[in-house]
């Protein structure tokens, strides 16, 4: 092979280069004219935004130390559970409720076109996202709001009249033998009557003041917006299948007797989980800019329904229940939306 002179290299290195940075340029340029004219918002330059000192948050603070946590059992172990057929329609129906049981649903149309998933993240499986771990561990137990013992049918069913504001399905109907049997699958490894770490929803502290909608609303525009809409009903499926986002407020929406329409249960889901990508390792709201988007979203107009016998001893209602009578002086207001403390502190004492 010939020797190349080292002047000669050093020319053709250059115009290679050369001729690299220019069909860059072109490059750039060509895309630049392709997003402008396809209405995609470029950034501007100029007119970087500068944040204001107090705008620059850093949140993030682990909500939990990892260590510890619960982890769903891996998913492809499902095959060689003899149930595995019930145990897969059962996270089918989790995940893509509306499909089966929505509006439209193909099996029965009992359910306001939510999917389960929607509050229970990854059909139940996320650390402090709502997740199902102490279900089989924990039911049937005695709860307040119904003065009974429940079993895991009735729980399940509660969500749906409330969550889903929508109707009840048979114990023995198919549909409800197989969420039953996921939910115990999730839950094989947790002993009876132990609660694992990271179950259910965050106990975020309460505020020393009541939470505020108006506040609320501002912090709603800023991080909720993109995916939830202005008007708060989010974005159906083009097929009618439930939602890319589901709807927040209004007639598709939770009923007044559900549980995130307590604040506390809002405002935990919400501060672990929300905006969506936000993890308990990797919050993005503050403990106030969780209560308050509660107490914005919780004000606005959504269906009721009444359950005539619900807390048939009202000195069980939880602090944040928004309905009256009380065993204790305070409002209703303050029992919505707080200051918590006085009624815990004056509960504390009672006792
Ligand atoms: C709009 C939100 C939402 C939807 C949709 C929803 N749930 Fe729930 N669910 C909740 C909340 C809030 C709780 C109470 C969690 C807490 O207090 O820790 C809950 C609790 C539960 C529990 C009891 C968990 C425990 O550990 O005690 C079960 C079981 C349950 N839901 C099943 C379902 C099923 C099945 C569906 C779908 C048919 C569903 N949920 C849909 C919000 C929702
Ligand atoms: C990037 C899009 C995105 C943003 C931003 C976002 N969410 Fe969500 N949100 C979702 C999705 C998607 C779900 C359903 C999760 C699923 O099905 O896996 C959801 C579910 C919810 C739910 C439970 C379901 C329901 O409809 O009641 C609540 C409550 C909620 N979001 C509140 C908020 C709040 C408050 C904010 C602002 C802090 C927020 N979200 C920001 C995408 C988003």
Redesign the pocket.
Known sequence: MKKIGKPLLLLITLSMGLMALASALVGVTALVLFLSFSGVDLPSWEDEPVLAQEEVKPVSKTLMDPVGMWVAPDWSEVEEDENAELIKYGRDL?AN?SKYLGPNGKVKKI?NG???Q???LQAGTVPLG?N?S??AS?YPKVRGRSGTSED?QM??NG??QR??NGETLANDSKEMQA?VAY?NWLGQGVPKGEKPKG???FEIAYLDRSADPIKGKTVYEKQCVVCHMADGQGMAKPDGTGYTYPPLWGEHS?NQK???FRMS?FAG?VKANMPFGATYENPILTDEEAWDLAAYVNSLDRPDRDFPNDWPDISKKPIDHPFGPYADGFSELQHKYGPYIPIQKAIAKKQ
């Open positions: 989790i409720t359910s939510l999917n389960c929607n509050c229970h709502n199902y102490a279900v924990t895991v729980r399940i969500c749906f969550s889903l969420m939910m179950a259910g929803i939770y559900a549980g995130l249960r889901y």
